[in-house]
């Protein structure tokens, strides 16, 4: 099982990619705040993503799981100073409870998830693994990352060389 953040969600939703966590993970776990921060707030606000993302979970390939913060998380939000969101709190929680591999974009949820002991990638990752297995292909997915960065997709600019850097090299 692999779990994902909203973030993840909202990014492939977004320009019609939700179906590559399908094809790359199989079945996907989202906690309840997730699904109420890329759906509910996402229809309360008129995103298009979120209709997408909703028909994912009628579908099955999106399955939502009620969870508890785990204590370990505030540990860690102390540790590091920082104050998670909602949805990255518990879906933290339930990648640990099913030992399972984490989808997160933010930096520090992903470090707190890191030192927790779970593995993560984000959205990046996942379009560079979706070229390398020939789901999408490069220009296409320049276009998308390129889209992102506009949309206000925020990274470091090194990271956006290297990402189109990997990206040519595949």
Known sequence: ???????????????????????????????????????????????????????A???DEITVKNTRISDNINEMENVFNCKLGAGEREAITLALKNNSLLLINDEEAATIANVLGLKTKGVLFILLKSVKLGLLDKNETLTIFQQMLEDGFWLAPTIAVEFERILFKL
Request: net charge negative; aromatic share 10%; charged share 20%.
């Open 57 to 59: 979970v009628i579908n």
């Open 1 to 55: 099982m692999t779990v994902a953040d909203t973030g993840i969600l909202i990014w492939l939703a977004k320009y019609n990619n939700l179906y590559l966590l399908k094809e790359l993970y199989g079945q996907i776990e989202i906690p309840d705040k997730v699904f109420k921060e890329a759906v509910t707030a996402g229809k309360s606000n008129g995103y298009p993503d979120a209709e997408i993302i909703e028909t």
